[in-house]
């Protein structure tokens, strides 16, 4: 993750909790939704496909 990339994640963040706090709810889920995708994309490594060799 780059500095623009965090940064694009931090804004989405306060953005959604901006949009909780205005009882937004619809709109803080649609902004949590990216944010949640990322950290599970940056927090579990790639698993490495098995080879066809063991059936």
Do not use: C, D
Request: charged share 10%; proline share 5%.
């Amino acid at each position: 993750m780059n500095g623009t990339e965090g940064l694009a994640y931090v804004a989405l963040f306060v953005l959604a909790i901006a949009l909780l706090l205005t009882n937004h709810l619809i709109l803080a889920t649609v902004a949590i939704v990216p944010y949640v995708l990322a950290s599970f994309k940056y927090s579990f490594p790639k698993q490495k496909e098995p080879s066809g060799h063991n059936h």
